[in-house]
């Protein structure tokens, strides 16, 4: 099992983070199009192409989460995705959830899909070089949510999912993601927050998954988009950090946030002082995807062969977070 504690610390040690560039089709297809680029199979592949040999890859980016499409897709170098990312020094990675879905008995809910058959497509993906994994489940906050059901229901998914991918000699990215949408405060986003993480861990226990070997990809502790109470980055960071300090097992070797929507910036700064303040053992990194892509992506679209110019965005955006990981950004780096 120190197999999988190794691939752990491999993508987060040093400050190094995670890029989430498994936007499923339809995902991707709305961020392209946002940016007036068709969604084709070649145009997906280009961009992401694009960030993965990037120099930034090496020094910055631990792990990559891919795709099924990206996993399988061949570079214009004739390479497997999989063989381009390992080159550059980092870690594939695949999401494995089929996406989340209504949930029978509480129809405002989602949950996650993708039990069936797993053990099977997690070989595969073995074999096609992955050595983590990821699966989301995803909880929203209202008077009456999450309830009881999604909270249990969905760790329940989250503990069998990575006991399968232990099994497969895999490390599991447990992503259990409170949105930020919904005029909730802060409050309630900690104490939901901490219920669900909590919650996952039980299970994850129940189902005997070694902690040593798992990533936990949460979300920060904000308001909600609607809210009008911002508090501010101290107190999101100091928040998020009893949060996790209250709910997460010591044995984790380490936290990767999702970026759920914040800036660019705004990721970094509050990542940045997380690490400021972090007194725990966690290390406390990143695995970004609109937060490590949005102006790369942006300045892309005007010209799809400015591979350089392109790269250029995202190995800032990747220095900046991983400065930030390690509690050593400043504003002043950004220009
Ligand atoms: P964002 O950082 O854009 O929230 O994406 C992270 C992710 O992987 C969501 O599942």
């Not at 040999?53 to 897709?73: C, F, P």
């Not at 497969?168 to 802060?186: F, R």
């Amino acid at each position: 099992m120190s197999e999988l504690n190794n691939i752990a610390l491999k993508i987060l040690n040093n400050g190094k983070g995670i890029l989430a560039a498994d936007e499923s089709t339809a995902t991707m297809t709305k961020r392209l199009e946002s940016v007036k680029v068709q969604s084709t199979a070649e145009n997906r592949l280009l961009f992401r192409e694009t960030l993965f040999s990037a120099s930034g890859m090496t020094e910055y980016i631990g792990g990559v989460i891919l795709y099924d499409e990206t996993i399988k897709q061949i570079t214009s170098k004739k390479n497997k995705i999989p063989e381009l990312i390992s080159a550059m020094g980092s870690v594939p990675g695949i999401k494995v959830d089929t996406g989340a879905k209504v949930l029978a008995g509480s129809p405002n809910e989602k949950i996650t899909e993708g039990l069936d058959g797993l053990r099977e497509r997690l070989k595969d993906y073995y074999k096609l070089g992955a050595k983590f994994t990821k699966w989301r489940g995803v909880y929203n906050i209202s008077k009456e949510h999450p309830s009881k059901l999604s909270i249990q229901s969905n760790a329940h998914a989250l503990a069998r999912y990575s006991a399968l991918v232990q099994e497969c000699n895999m490390v599991p990215i447990v992503e259990p993601e409170v949105l930020m949408d919904g005029e909730h405060s802060a409050k309630e986003c900690y104490e939901k927050t901490s219920e669900i993480i909590k919650k996952c861990f039980e299970e994850l226990i129940l189902h005997k998954v070694d902690l040593r070997g798992v990533i936990l990809k949460p979300n920060m502790i904000l308001a909600g988009n609607k809210c009008k109470n911002k508090i501010s980055n101290e107190e999101v960071a100091k928040l998020t950090l009893k949060c996790l300090k209250d709910s997460v097992p010591s044995e984790v070797p380490g936290i990767a946030f999702l970026s759920g929507g914040q800036s660019e910036i705004e990721a970094t700064e509050n990542l940045n002082l997380i690490n400021k303040y972090n007194d725990t053992n966690f290390i406390m990194s990143y695995s970004y995807g609109r937060a490590l892509q949005q102006s790369a992506l942006k300045f892309w679209s005007q010209d799809t062969n400015n591979i350089e110019g392109t790269q250029k965005i995202f190995n800032q955006r990747a220095k900046m977070n991983t400065l930030a990981a390690q509690g050593k950004w400043s504003k002043e780096l950004e220009n």
